[in-house]
């Protein structure tokens, strides 16, 4: 048997079992459940709210738990940028929101119309009123595609248009429009949002993919990329910013700092974007849309949202260590929605949720709770097919490895890309169970 069999094996084994299960805890098990009448409701069967959910029929006995959620579906989300490169199916993200509720919840499949947090009541959109001693605002965050002149989701897949982050079939859209440029070449232009957004790593891995399947299909000469960057940086942790930079450098793609998309016209197959010394129009041959990204209406009206910072995008003012809201100690926030300076990815998920049961939990019981989160984050940033660099940091911007020295962060390894494309689903599927 070779070294690099040897290697690779070890590497599977890593991967499918070691990492995972590394990433999985069960802190519930072996613990009394907590006897308690509490109202306990979530908006949102995401993977926060879903996941919570799992964890609390475990911890907590005799809690009505009510989940609201208007959405059939449940989208693995980490999944879209691997459909939108033509690397998995559309049907790879899908599955049933019902699939992954335990059974000791209650699913209003009702989209939530309005919190009172004084009265502690959601109203769904049906005009039912549901009364909580305790909410978590889970609903994910709004793509405002509209703040995009000119754009329409039914442009996608077609006139050098994508834009994966809207949905399984607009990724696999977005894979024709992205497939017949790396065939026929020209400029593309591959953009990013000037609000939050989650997963901040998914318009580079779009823009490095797409770059490297041309490459491997001898093509790449005819292709002239550019990264259109909101601010001066090409990612939020300055270590990971340098990196692209010089990956950028090394594959001929092209950073157009401070460029910021207002509004495209399709026919013309131009971009406008707002820089500092004014708006820019640029040709393109195919463009990647990511649009602004904002909390949901409903949270934006509830009162629940930061005054002070963030008033255009209506993240909820939490604390960035409990999550628990400021103002109203029965309310607390979890994933996309929360107005914490990091955390817009399942992986931060998986962490917030402990958290948020710690509190929940310490609340019923009349105790102060113990877990804090730190802003941990993680994003494998694929840079080529078959490559990625397992990028995680925390709210001071501090790498902060789960695999020191096996996983470097800032290397391009065929492990990372494992992880990725083999071992993550499993672990967030662990975690909808609450296992994770």
């Known amino acids: 048997m070779t070294k690099l069999t ?81 690397l998995k199916p559309a049907s790879y993200v899908v599955s049933k929101t019902t699939d992954w509720l335990p059974d000791g919840v209650t699913l209003i499949a009702e989209a939530a119309a309005a919190i009172d947090p004084e009265a502690k009541t959601v109203d769904t959109a049906s005009g039912q009123k549901v009364p909580y001693d305790f909410l978590v605002v889970a609903p994910g965050l709004v793509l405002d595609h509209d703040a995009i002149e000119g754009f329409s989701l039914d442009m996608v897949g077609q ?118 010394e004014g708006d820019v129009t640029m040709d393109y041959d195919y463009i990647h849309v990511i649009p602004p990204q904002r909390a949901p209406e409903v949270i934006r009206q509830s009162g629940l949202s930061w005054a002070d910072k963030w008033t255009d995008q209506g993240w909820v003012e939490c604390d960035m260590a409990t999550l628990r809201h400021q103002r109203y100690d029965t309310i607390w926030a979890l994933g996309d929605v929360a107005g914490v300076p990091k955390g817009k990815t399942a992986a931060s998920v998986k962490w917030q949720v402990p958290v948020i049961e710690d509190g929940l939990v310490a609340a019923i019981e009349g105790r102060e709770s113990t877990e804090t989160y730190n802003g941990y984050t993680s994003c494998p940033m694929i840079t080529r097919v078959g490559r990625a660099m397992l990028i995680e940091f925390d709210y001071k911007n501090n790498l902060v490895p789960s695999f020191p020295g096996v996983i470097a962060p800032l290397e391009e390894l065929w492990i990372s890309w494992l992880m990725k494309e083999v071992a993550l689903k499993a672990t967030y599927n662990a975690m909808l169970r609450g296992r994770a």
């Not at 990433?23 to 907590?34: C, I, L, T």
């Not at 990013?192 to 399947?213: Q, S, V, Y």
């Not at 041309?214 to 090409?234: C, E, I, P, Q, W």
Request: proline fraction near 5%; charged fraction near 15%; glycine fraction near 12%.
């Open 6 to 86: 040897a290697n690779r094996r070890q590497f599977l084994a890593l991967a499918a079992g070691g990492a995972a299960a590394a990433a999985v805890s069960v802190p519930q098990e072996g613990r009394a459940q907590v006897a308690t009448s509490a109202k306990i409701v979530i908006i949102g069967a995401g993977a926060g709210g879903t996941a919570l959910a799992n964890r609390l029929v475990s911890r907590l006995n005799g809690a009505q738990i009510t989940l609201i959620d208007p959405r059939v579906e449940h989208l693995y989300q980490p999944g879209l940028s691997l459909v939108a490169a033509g």
């Open 159 to 276: 006139n050098g248009i994508g834009a994966l982050y809207a949905g399984p079939q607009y990724a696999a859209a977005t894979w024709k429009a992205a497939q017949a440029y790396t065939e026929t070449g020209g400029v593309g232009l591959f953009t990013r949002p000037a609000t939050e957004m989650k997963c901040a790593g998914a318009p580079l891995k779009h823009t490095f993919l797409i770059e490297d399947i041309a490459r491997t299909a001898g093509t790449r000469g005819k292709l002239d990329v550019h990264y259109m960057a909101n601010n001066d940086s090409l990612f939020g942790v300055p270590i990971v910013s340098e990196k692209v930079r010089m990956l950028f450098g090394d594959r001929g793609i092209t950073p157009e700092y401070s460029h910021v998309l207002r509004g495209l016209d399709a026919g013309a197959k131009t971009a406008t974007f707002a820089t500092p």
